[in-house]
């Protein structure tokens, strides 16, 4: 049992730290990149990172976050894991809170911008943009600080159970 709690924990971490990485890297350089450009090569662009971004190994990372922590709270319940549960529990939550962000937020903005049809022949580009842009980069912000938390969370968990040892 105690080489899947480990397991667990490090799948959890890593996957997490990924997640979280992925989402702090598109608040501190992607968008702000993104938006010194024109409208046409913003929506172009994220159009396209939107498609690129449905792969398999987004999925490992973005699903495994909330399976592996999730594994982790099940094989850490129990008496004598008191001082790390608390902790797994909670990145389970500030995660879950991402994925509800995700899909009730940036999803359904996503697919907004590929409805809109191809950058180069909307009529009004900067009508599009301004529907998208500042609410997903908003929310996009909130998923990266719940889920560096949650990898935080994690990471004093693994502390925590290595000292159980």
């Known amino acids: 049992m105690k080489v899947l709690q480990i397991f667990s924990l490090v799948a959890a971490a890593t996957t ?3 997640a979280a990485g ?3 890297s598109f608040s501190y350089a992607v968008m702000p990149g993104l938006a010194r450009t024109g409208d046409r090569v ?3 662009a ?3 990172i939107n498609t690129a ?3 398999g190994w987004f999925a490992l990372v973005f699903a495994g976050a909330i399976v592996f922590t999730g594994l982790a709270v099940g094989v850490h319940l129990g008496g004598d894991h008191r001082a790390v549960l608390p902790w797994l529990v909670a990145a389970f939550a500030l995660y879950a809170a991402v994925l509800v962000i995700t ?3 940036n999803v359904p903005l996503n697919d907004a911008l590929a409805a809109a049809g191809d950058a180069g022949g909307l009529a009004d580009p900067a009508a599009v943009r301004a529907e998208f842009e500042g609410r997903w980069v908003r ?3 909130v998923r990266s600080v719940l ?3 949650a990898l935080v969370c994690l990471v004093w968990a693994l502390i925590r159970s290595g000292r159980a040892l």
Do not use: E, K, P, Y
């Open 16 to 18: 997490m730290g990924l």
């Open 22 to 24: 992925l989402f702090t």
């Open 42 to 44: 913003f929506i172009d």
């Open 46 to 48: 994220m159009q396209r």
């Open 53 to 55: 971004i449905l792969n």
């Open 103 to 105: 899909f009730t937020v």
């Open 139 to 141: 929310w996009n912000v």
């Open 147 to 149: 889920s560096t938390a």
